[in-house]
């Protein structure tokens, strides 16, 4: 049987289990009308559905035509093509982008429903079958306790607030922090909850992976500040710092090396890209991310140079500094101090 007339047969199919389920008792005589085929076709059907998907199907003579003697049973009616089995395997590898979370072991029972749902032959192609002609290389994430998920997503659904130690990047001991949860974001593998923090009075992100002994307070039920958007907290293109609100332009010189990079990375939908004659490339953009765009100059090295605002490119020279002096009280190779 060539593909199109697998696809043919597998309609055929769908249609018979749907006229025996709406209890229309459908027969050979009635289906192959029906279908414009011959009595044989129809019978090699009716068997196919037996034999393959076990389908419970018998005829009923009281009834004059097929019933299923089991009301649980139902045909397997997910059908898809080869581009789309394609993306079903790229979207099992992409799962590995979510692991050390529970959403990691959801998300693959959900894909398994899925496949479950496929015809036989369908589910014969395994959904590995890219093996290793494919990689994803997710960012590196800390493991996360169930319990903090279900506790932190769960306060964000029936806005109540939550109640947390928590050590922050500065805290050698944790604290016990209670934040009314706005919302939540996934930024390059780890996970941040946006709220107020009752502590501080003031609006604060937490992550996950520095939360332990967590619990819902069903008693403290908070609402949304008026007209709540994430993007006052957050830059999707850049980060999730939130020290700073208003935006503010920035001015990035990348020289003629990683000119490619610089005109291809997208900083905001309405950047400006200008490429000089030494093909140098200037990109001009609009954040609140003080901090992360810091913290990618530093990586970038030599390759990228602050022009605006000033005082980023103080704090960039800043931090120079005090890298440059950690290095040079930095022991040499022989043992002794420089």
């Avoid at 199109?4 to 249609?15: A, I, S, T």
């Avoid at 403290?220 to 939130?242: A, C, H, M, S």
């Avoid at 991310?289 to 990228?304: C, D, M, N, T």
Wanted: hydrophobic share 40%.
């Amino acid at each position: 049987m060539n593909e199109k007339e697998g696809k043919v047969q597998f309609w055929r199919l769908l249609k018979i289990d749907e006229m025996i389920r709406a209890k229309r008792f459908p027969t050979v005589r009635s289906l192959a009308k029906e279908f414009e085929v011959s009595k044989r076709t129809v019978e090699r059907d009716i068997e196919f559905l037996r034999d393959r998907y076990e389908a419970p199907i018998e005829y009923d003579h009281s009834k004059c035509g097929y019933v299923y003697t089991q009301e649980t049973f139902f045909l397997k009616s997910l059908f898809l093509t080869d581009e789309e089995l394609f993306s079903a395997a790229v979207f099992e590898k992409a799962l590995r982008q979510y692991r050390n979370t529970p959403i990691e072991g959801r998300l693959k029972a959900v894909f398994a429903k899925l496949t479950e749902l496929l015809p036989d032959d369908a589910v014969s192609i395994n959904t590995m079958w890219l093996g290793d002609s494919l990689t994803f290389i997710p960012e590196p994430s800390p493991a996360i306790r169930p319990e903090i998920f279900d506790a932190v997503f769960s306060g964000v659904k029936v806005r109540r607030a939550i109640r947390f130690r928590y050590r922050s990047l500065t805290q050698t001991e944790a604290a016990v922090r209670t934040c009314e949860p706005y919302h939540i974001v996934c930024q390059r593998g780890a996970w941040y909850v946006i709220g107020r923090c009752a502590d501080k009075n003031e609006e604060r992100i937490f992550s996950f992976s520095r939360m332990s002994e967590i619990e819902v307070l069903q008693d403290r039920l908070f609402e949304l500040p008026t007209g709540f958007t994430v993007e006052q907290y957050i830059d999707k293109n850049v980060g999730v710092w939130i020290n700073r609100r208003e935006p503010f332009t920035v001015r990035l010189l990348f020289s003629a090396s990683v000119s490619v990079f610089a005109e291809e990375h997208i900083w905001n939908e309405e950047q400006t890209v200008l490429v000089h004659e030494d093909k140098s490339v200037e990109v001009s953009f609009k954040t609140t991310q003080f901090e992360e765009i810091k913290r990618f100059v530093l990586g970038q090295g030599a390759s990228v140079r602050v022009l605006e605002p000033p005082e980023l490119a103080q704090s960039v020279r800043e931090e120079i500094e005090e890298m440059r002096s950690l290095y040079q009280n930095e022991k040499n190779p022989s043992g002794s101090l420089r």
